[in-house]
C-alpha cells in the first residue's frame, strides 16, 4: 500500500479532483485500519495527513449527531446537525500548520463561530476555559475563555468548500486557525465550560497547552494569521 500510494503520487494522478477525493477516502480510512501507523505518515494530494488515537471512528450523520454545550452555563443546549447549519455561518481561509511540520495554505473553513454557541448557552461568572470532547472517545482539546471567542475559532461544518467528511473529522469538528492543528479537534461532540484549562490529549504527552502557531513547542513556523 505504500509502495502503491508513493506510485500514484509520482504519477501525479491526485491532481484531477475525483482521484484526489478518492485517494483522501482510501488513505483516511486505511489509517484507521493501519496497525503500524505508516498511513498517518503520508500525505494525499490536498496535502493533509490522517491521525487518530483509536484503533476506529464510529460515524455520525444528520440522523445521529449530536453536539451538546454544557458545564458553567445557564442554558445547557444540545444541537443536531440541521440545527448548526441554521445558524449564522462565516467562512475563513487561512494556512492550517501541523506541529510536525507539515503547512497546507489557502484552506477554507466555514461554520459556527464558537463564541456565538457560548453566548447562547449563558457562560456563568466563575468560568475561565472550554473543554472540548469528541465521539472517537478518547481525543480531547481546552482553551482559555478568551482564547475561545476569538473571531477566528469555529465550530466547523464544512472545510474546502464541502461538508466535513468522516475522515476529516466531520460532520462536525473544531477549527483554531491561530493555532497548531492538533487544537482543531475533529469529531467534536462536546463543548463544556470549566473553571479552568484541563490539559487535552496530546498536551498530556508533552505538545504546548498555548498552541500558537510559531510561538509555540519549539517552532518557529509563520502564523497562519
Known amino acids: 500500500m505504500f509502495l502503491g500510494t508513493l506510485g500514484l503520487g509520482a504519477l501525479g494522478v491526485v491532481s484531477a479532483p475525483v482521484l484526489q477525493r478518492g485517494l483522501e477516502g482510501f488513505l483516511g480510512d486505511a489509517a484507521q485500519k493501519d496497525p503500524t501507523g505508516l498511513t498517518g505518515l503520508l500525505p494525499n494530494g490536498g496535502g493533509f495527513r490522517y491521525y487518530s488515537v483509536t484503533a476506529s471512528v464510529p460515524r455520525r450523520t444528520a440522523r445521529n449527531y449530536r453536539l451538546t454545550v454544557d458545564g458553567l452555563v445557564d442554558r445547557p443546549t444540545s444541537y443536531t446537525l440541521a440545527d448548526l447549519r441554521a445558524l449564522p455561518q462565516t467562512r475563513m481561509v487561512k494556512d492550517v ?16 463561530r464558537l463564541s456565538a454557541l457560548l453566548d447562547a448557552a449563558g457562560v456563568r461568572s466563575s468560568a475561565g476555559a472550554v473543554r472540548f470532547t ?30 466535513i467528511s468522516h475522515n476529516h473529522g466531520g ?14 479537534a475533529k469529531w467534536l461532540s462536546g463543548i463544556e465550560v470549566t473553571e479552568d484549562v484541563e490539559p487535552g490529549y496530546w498536551e498530556k504527552r508533552g505538545y504546548d497547552i498555548d498552541a500558537w502557531v510559531g ?11
Open 171 to 184: 460532520p462536525v469538528r473544531l477549527y483554531v486557525a491561530p493555532m497548531y492543528f492538533y487544537k482543531s
Open 215 to 225: 510561538r509555540s513547542n519549539g517552532r518557529d513556523d509563520e502564523p497562519t494569521t
Open 97 to 112: 500548520q501541523c506541529v510536525t511540520g507539515w503547512r497546507v495554505p489557502d484552506t477554507p473553513f466555514e461554520g459556527v
Open 134 to 163: 469528541c465521539f472517537d472517545g478518547a481525543y480531547s482539546e481546552s482553551l482559555t475563555l478568551a482564547q475561545a471567542r476569538r473571531a477566528d475559532v469555529l465550530v466547523a461544518l464544512r472545510m474546502q468548500d464541502e461538508d
